[in-house]
């Protein structure tokens, strides 16, 4: 190994206990089409024109259904603590609802026994995007009973296997669920209204505060939410960028925290889109804001904004950035992370656990992935400060372990430290995975 091909830090420079791991989500690598799971909004999105890069979808994905055994083996080779991982409401309750599918249960017991019997934590995640597609057809995100659907099927789970999870989270990425995917029509179910977005936004969080209320009721505990943030700074000078910016980090970053937090609603968001809020939104913060047990950061890059006058409410539009990007175009910008670090242990309760859920890129070097390791270094050093300034930071997730379905962009985006061929579903350790094992042997 050279010095491009090691990490900056081993598992010494980190406090005693602190969390390694690798993350996934269900429908990015399980395969959705075995199994007997239902269709989730995901299948019909992608089964659409125009929505997913060659229309590609997440059926077979790297068929982790059949392979999950030698990909936990791949985790627990590299020293990994933990692994992040997600169930498919669809796999698990074919109708959203009713009658579950033993197979999918008899799937997930499989995986989380075999975690167990590697030494990894089980972290689960129970909606990393896949809306059962018949409680799509009911408005998904839009109706207000989502709240009892999404604790119903987060019993379901915890019923059969909370006495071996170690850690909980509810939903993955509220901006994602209910911005990028009502709004910005980017992802499923693709929708580009303001009205069905406002709703997605107080919906996800009531959802969120049900689940945890009736998993704390019958018993269940480190439970947790993971929100992903988005650096916003001014894409000019202008006064006009400047509030533009401060706009978008209120939707992006600010809206869902300070909810969980502090019950309430930003100001400057409440402005667009309060209109169009469920009736009564006011008076459900005690339930959005059931404490929780600790915090996931999904963080990856910044964006820069500026002013679209022309435009109605949020009248704002993203604009490239000068900094180097990633396969995805994104701007790498490891200070951000440092920054949400700060901001989020300001925010919450004192000492309440911090985890960064999510970090990674994508690259398409196959296995000399040099521009990873060099990603993670930066982003791990950012992190080191982090705890070294009293942030409660007790663990870190790479995303991902293997090269999988990144959404509207099909197969082509490669973030994994296990590179997939798509042909053969072969799986080959880059670079950055023999780094992160030598780095993790090392106390
Ligand atoms: C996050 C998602 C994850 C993956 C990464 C690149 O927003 O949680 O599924 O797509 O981005």
Request: negative net charge; glycine residues 10%; contains cysteine.
């Amino acid at each position: 190994m050279t010095d491009h091909d090691r990490f900056d830090f081993s598992r010494g420079d980190f406090p005693e206990g602190f969390v390694f791991g690798a993350a996934t989500s269900a429908y990015q690598i399980e395969g959705s089409s075995f199994g007997g799971a239902g269709a989730s909004h995901w299948d019909t999105f992608a089964a659409t024109p125009g929505n997913t890069v060659r229309a590609e979808n997440g059926s077979i994905a790297c068929d982790h259904y059949h392979q999950w055994a030698s990909d936990l083996d791949l985790v627990r080779d590299a020293g990994f603590d933990a692994y992040r991982f997600s169930l498919s409401w669809a796999r698990v309750l074919p109708e959203g609802r009713g009658r579950a599918n033993p197979e999918g249960l008899d799937f997930y017991e499989r995986l989380i026994d075999g975690m167990l019997e590697r030494g990894l934590q089980p972290w689960a995640t129970l909606y990393h995007w896949e809306m059962p597609a018949p409680l799509a057809d009911l408005g998904g995100w839009r109706n207000r009973d989502v709240a009892g659907w999404f604790a119903d099927y987060a019993g379901v789970i915890m019923d059969r296997f909370g006495n071996r999870i170690h850690a909980t989270a509810t939903v993955n990425e509220p901006w994602c669920v209910a911005w990028l995917s009502h709004f910005l029509g980017i992802h499923a179910p693709g929708l580009r209204d303001i009205r069905a977005a406002a709703r997605a936004m107080h919906h996800i969080l009531l959802a969120h505060g049900t689940a945890v209320a009736a998993m704390r009721a019958a018993g269940h505990g480190n439970l947790g939410a993971v929100f992903n943030f988005e650096y916003s700074a001014p894409g000019d000078d202008s006064a006009p960028a400047r509030q533009a910016s401060a706009l978008n980090d209120a939707i992006y970053n600010r809206w869902f925290v300070e909810a969980v937090f502090r019950k309430s609603y930003p100001d400057e968001v409440l402005n667009g889109l309060e209109q169009h809020l469920p009736r009564g939104w006011q008076d459900d913060f005690e339930v959005i804001a059931t404490p929780v047990d600790w915090v996931g950061v999904n963080y990856y890059t910044r964006n820069l904004t500026v002013a679209d006058p022309e435009t109605p409410w949020p009248s704002m539009k993203q604009v490239p950035g000068p900094l180097p990007k990633t396969d995805m175009d994104w701007e790498i910008y490891p200070e951000g992370l440092g920054h949400f670090l700060r901001r989020l242990n300001a925010i919450t309760p004192d000492g309440l656990p911090i985890l960064v859920t999510e970090n990674g890129m994508a690259d398409g070097e196959p296995t000399q992935d040099r521009t990873r390791i060099d990603f993670l270094n930066r982003h791990f050093a950012v992190a080191r400060r982090a705890i070294a300034d009293g942030v409660p930071l007790k663990g870190y997730f790479v995303w991902s372990l293997l090269d999988n379905y990144e959404w509207a962009m099909g197969y082509d985006k490669r973030f994994g430290m296990v590179h997939v061929d798509f042909d053969t579903l072969r799986r080959t350790p880059k670079s950055s995975w023999h780094a992160m094992k030598a780095a993790l042997s090392l106390t």
